[in-house]
């Protein structure tokens, strides 16, 4: 059984940096994509940033340029560097693991970018 535990998040103004990490646990870590997701009030979940199971990234082209996926395989977590941020970026983040047919997720963790 995979456990995702996230950590970070909150409340910054615009144009300020958050990050948020994830931590997992009953998993071989690099066998599985993991990365991140994220929901905003009343529209779908959308993937944010990700490690593909080869460790290569993929970045939502609305974040290219401002957040950074990173990870700690000795410490098996995961981090979102997340700046410049913007008030469309609010949202809860879910962070996910994910191989084959099989999909955890984390509890999410609410970010808030607003004056």
């Known amino acids: 059984q995979v456990q995702l535990v996230e950590s970070g998040g909150g409340l910054v103004q615009p144009g300020g940096s958050l990050s948020v990490s994830c931590a997992a646990s009953?998993?071989?870590?690099?066998?599985?994509?993991m990365g991140w997701y994220r929901q905003a009030p009343g529209k779908q979940r959308e993937l944010v940033a990700a490690f593909t199971r080869d460790g290569s990234t993929n970045y939502a082209d609305s974040v290219k340029g401002r957040f950074t996926i990173s990870r700690d395989n000795a410490k098996n977590t995961v981090y979102l560097q997340m700046n410049s941020l913007k008030p469309e970026d609010t949202a809860v983040y879910y962070c996910?693991?994910?191989?084959?047919?099989?999909?955890?997720w984390g509890q999410g963790t609410q970010v808030t970018v607003s004056s």
């Open positions: 996910f693991a994910s191989r084959y047919t099989q999909t955890y």
């Open positions: 009953g998993t071989v870590f690099t066998t599985y994509a």
